[in-house]
């Protein structure tokens, strides 16, 4: 082959023999609002999302996803995360789920698929998963506060481990160590952080729609930040399994 000159020529070069990569569809979106973004530009609702894509979101941006085997993701505003590994079986169900989320605030959803499938990578630690749903927030320092809505789940760092065991347990950890014992979230968590929007799923900043709205908003954070009787508990306790199970 002989060479041709130019700039535009270098550039069909380049294009003509570079390997093209499939991208694998993990997922769909199935709620926008305002603008969340991802590898190939906008994306919409029904818009497949892929592995190794890093979905972002506007200052008032809010995706909500959901994956093959049925787990449900919310991306609040300011966020930024990457579908890091997704390993899919026959079974319908995944061998490995991986998020990598860098800043913003999420809320979490699981699927079906069993416990250790599921990982969830912050710049302060790794939250494990055990049947849960819980809502976390990753600070532009790093910083990670995880509160746990149903379930359980875990969150090791350079500090250690804790454990979240109670609906409402809140642990706030930092980069490179420094994690709290679990404690009920309240208002003084976000003064904590630094940042009255880091939780706007609970504040009720941002309203979810479906399986990802049942905590409730403002209301939920501040029945959190009290001792909880038996006929208030419903604040934290989902629906029943027919409505979880539905993401629209």
């Not at 082959?1 to 499939?22: D, K």
């Not at 003064?191 to 009720?204: E, M, T, W």
Request: with cysteine; aromatic share 8%; proline share 4%.
């Amino acid at each position: 082959m002989f060479c041709l000159r130019g700039a535009a020529l270098i550039a069909f070069c380049a294009v003509t023999f570079s390997p093209t990569i499939a991208a694998e569809p993990v997922g769909q979106a199935v709620q926008i609002r305002t603008s969340v973004s991802g590898a190939r530009g906008p994306i919409a609702v029904k818009d497949p999302v892929y592995k190794d894509e890093r979905i972002s979101t506007s200052k008032s941006g809010l995706g909500q996803f959901v994956f093959q085997d049925g787990t449900k993701l919310a991306v609040g505003w300011g966020s930024s995360v990457v579908i890091d590994k997704f390993v899919y079986d026959d079974a319908k169900s995944v061998k490995k789920l991986t998020i990598m989320a860098a800043k913003g605030t999420f809320r979490w959803i699981s699927g079906k698929s069993g416990h250790s499938a599921y990982q969830i990578v912050t710049p302060a630690g790794t939250i494990g998963v055990r049947g849960t749903a819980f809502d976390f927030y990753v600070g532009r320092d790093g910083t990670t506060a995880v509160v746990l809505l149903s379930g359980a789940a875990s969150f090791c760092g350079a500090g250690g481990c804790r454990q979240l065991t109670q609906r409402c347990d809140c642990v706030v950890a930092k980069p490179g160590g420094g994690i709290s014992d679990p404690r009920r979230v309240s208002r003084n968590t976000l003064k904590s952080l630094g940042n009255a929007q880091a939780l706007p799923f609970l504040s009720g900043g941002q309203r979810l729609s479906g399986a990802l709205g049942w905590a409730g908003g403002a209301a939920a954070l501040r029945r959190c930040s009290r001792r909880i009787s038996n006929a208030n508990r419903k604040l934290c306790n989902p629906p029943p399994s027919s409505s979880v199970n539905q993401y629209r």
